[in-house]
């Protein structure tokens, strides 16, 4: 339930309040933060359907075009998966390479998918800028969004331990 509730929070913060913020176009993407802690730390069939349903709510809320998102988070929910079960992943400043790297992901699935479905002229020039540039700004917020989704989660278990 903290989950999503955390997702939801961030798919209406993400959608309204991030972008009056003066970074132009670029929208920090809090929900694939949600989506690689997800993969990270709650590698389970809930988390994979969590995150598909992340990326559908935000095709709902702010795409022209259904099913990129939740194609795109549940992409980089597997990726996020498979990876955590080769490498040891704790320290802050590696989870933020992984966030980067998911982002990368995602926005090349979203490219793909955009040059498979919409031939758009000179989509590849400004998409690239822009997908780099969203990536970078949510790695950098990943520690500080992983930090609150860990503290939350004590929250709720120290909750449960006191109601039993």
Request: net charge positive; hydrophobic share 60%.
């Amino acid at each position: 339930m903290l989950y999503f509730s955390v997702g939801v929070f961030l798919i209406v913060l993400q959608g309204t309040f991030l972008r009056l913020l003066p970074f132009g176009p670029v929208v920090p993407d809090l929900v694939l933060v949600l989506c690689v802690y997800l993969g990270l730390h709650h590698p389970t069939m809930g988390a994979a359907l969590g995150s598909f349903l992340l990326g559908y709510s935000v095709d709902v809320v702010s795409s022209r075009l259904l099913g990129l998102n939740a194609f795109a988070m549940s992409l980089v929910f597997l990726s996020v998966y498979l990876s955590s079960r080769s490498i040891w992943i704790q320290n802050p400043l590696v989870t933020s390479f992984v966030v980067l790297l998911a982002a990368l992901v995602k926005g090349a699935a979203l490219v793909l998918l955009w040059a498979v479905f919409l031939s758009v002229e000179g989509f590849w020039l400004g998409a690239a800028r822009y997908i780099i540039m969203e990536a970078l700004v949510a790695a950098l917020l990943a520690p500080v969004v992983f930090a609150l989704l860990r503290r939350g989660q004590n929250y709720v278990e120290k909750f449960r331990v006191a109601a039993q």
